[in-house]
């Protein structure tokens, strides 16, 4: 049946459903939660025409280009026909047209949005403010959906599909940090969760940088004369062999010069976070004694671990700054994270001040920020969620935690102040970057020396087995007693009775 109606100088005729096609350009893929249109379209028909264009390939036949979830609906709601208004339209200004309805459509995904905005950019020529104004979105909002369709379209698909995932579109503008795109879907293919993704992006993110600062470090170094020192010398650190001569930050400003006057026997090495400038220390030769031997070795070892531990502690710095500046989710329930922050505060018997809190959030210390900084610091930290504020404190309070006592033996009591910070951070998703830090904080790491028991430990050991060997036998005794006392007792009362 063919019916038509003038309505504006617009011509609707009905087509029957088995001369529509859904759109092959059409970015949409799936068709869900159509069940209420589908009853409705049952009950009274569809209301609101078709835009369809006829397939240049098959005559007679239609791609529909505004409606297709409509026609879906009709086909299950068993219609033969839809009313439709044949549009005369180049292909460039479908696929807009397609892109600008489903936008204001629901359930639209991630991966199909982010397509259909780069086919358009891509593919039509259109520009970043001809999609902003078709689509009603912002310019930024427009380059970030562009962005978010260079990643492993599977990868992303398989995400968005995670119910348990729970991929946002928040979490997919952080992957953005990162400027290698192959870096973006690694992380996107093992991220566990979008609190994961949103810490590997952005360590991601921090690594990218210290390696723009550490090019132009080393290029700084060539031009003044200064040679990268031999492989190895990053162990030799912690003796007497070498001193430093400066240390920059690979994620602080780049400056003029490494060094002031003659560069000569200089040299540099990357070192965890700083490229620093070395030489030779000047020898002192002693022969050394057997316990002054031991004493250097441990030393060196101890200095090992404080090193290791100034890395461990940057990294949870720059998870604490993220979680406050809201660059992490946040969490739901909080109760388990003030607890243990308490704790962490207690246990430190912490001194709380804005300037300690100030140095957290600023990365650095406060004397060496300018006046501006420290007051909007100030009153950032006024407006601080109490949690979050509790977290600076905390994090703050742990910079002088030692890992090892002064024999080099692994220290308790400062590492569980430590691992209860770190339960804490952990709760938002943080881990440490090597397995190696995990290993030092629970006190299994090789550097640490093995603990001997003193011959004071060993007697009171062998005290405590002799009073627990004595209480065994008075127990003993005092049951054989009782039993006795029993019998005796059951003797005299069946003489008693019997008498």
């Known amino acids: 049946m063919n019916t038509e109606n003038t309505q504006s100088n617009t011509v609707i005729i009905e087509i029957g459903l088995d001369k529509l096609k859904i759109h092959p350009k059409n970015v949409r893929q799936s068709y869900e939660g159509i069940e209420e249109l589908t009853a409705s ?13 006829p397939d240049s390939g098959d005559e007679g036949m239609y791609f529909v280009v505004i409606g297709n979830r409509r026609l879906t609906a ?10 439709c208004r044949i549009a005369d339209m180049e292909e460039a200004e479908q696929v807009m047209s397609m892109l600008a309805e489903n936008m204001n459509r629901q359930n639209l995904k991630i991966h199909e949005e982010a397509a259909g905005i780069q086919m358009c950019l891509t593919d039509y020529g259109f520009t970043v403010e001809d999609v902003a104004q078709k689509t009603g979105l912002s310019a930024t909002t427009v380059r970030h959906r562009a962005n978010i369709a260079k990643l492993d379209r599977k990868a992303l698909q398989e995400k968005a599909e995670d119910g348990n995932f729970q991929l946002t579109i928040t979490d997919l503008a952080k992957l953005e940090k990162v400027s290698n795109i192959a870096v973006r879907n690694k992380i996107l293919r093992e991220a566990k969760d979008s609190r994961d993704l949103a810490w590997k992006a952005q360590s991601a993110a921090d690594d990218e940088k210290r390696k723009k600062v550490t090019k132009k470090l080393t290029a700084l170094a060539k031009k003044e004369g200064i040679k990268p020192a031999p492989e190895g010398t990053s162990n030799e650190l912690y003796g007497n062999k070498w001193e430093t001569v400066a240390e920059y930050d690979l994620t602080g400003d780049i400056p003029e010069k490494l060094v002031d006057g003659d560069s000569d026997g200089l040299l540099y090495i990357i070192h965890y976070r700083s490229l620093k400038v070395i030489r030779k220390a000047k020898k002192v030769k002693r022969e050394l004694t057997k316990r002054e031997v031991q004493e250097k070795e441990t030393a060196k070892k101890k200095r090992q ?13 720059d998870f604490v700054r993220s979680v406050i500046d809201g660059k992490t989710e946040e969490l739901k329930d909080t109760a388990a994270l003030t607890q243990g922050l308490w704790d962490v505060l207690i246990s430190k018997s912490a001194w709380i001040s804005y300037n300690y809190m100030m140095c957290v959030l600023l990365g650095k210390e406060s004397h060496n920020a300018s006046e501006e900084e420290r007051t909007v610091t100030r009153e950032k930290i006024r407006g601080l969620m109490l949690h979050h504020q509790m977290l600076a404190a905390a994090y703050h309070c742990c910079s002088d935690i030692e890992f090892a006592d002064y024999k080099g033996c692994y220290a308790v009591n400062s590492a569980e102040t430590l691992k209860k910070l770190y339960s804490c951070l952990a709760l938002y998703g943080f881990s440490f970057a090597e397995e190696e830090y995990n290993s030092l904080m ?8 093995v603990k001997e028991e003193t011959e004071e430990e060993k007697s009171e050991d062998d005290m405590a087995d002799d009073e627990s060997a004595a209480k065994e036998e008075e127990i003993l005794t005092m049951a054989e007693h009782s039993t006795e006392e029993e019998t005796d007792s059951g003797i005299e009362g069946v003489q008693k009775f019997a008498g």
């Open 41 to 53: 379209i049952k009950e009274n028909g569809i209301l609101q025409n078709l835009t369809v264009v």
């Open 74 to 83: 009709a086909r299950e709601a068993g219609l033969t026909s839809a009313p």
């Open 305 to 317: 671990i404080k090193e290791m531990y100034k890395e461990m502690y940057a990294q949870m710095g």
């Open 442 to 449: 629970e006190g299994s790491h090789p550097l640490y020396t």
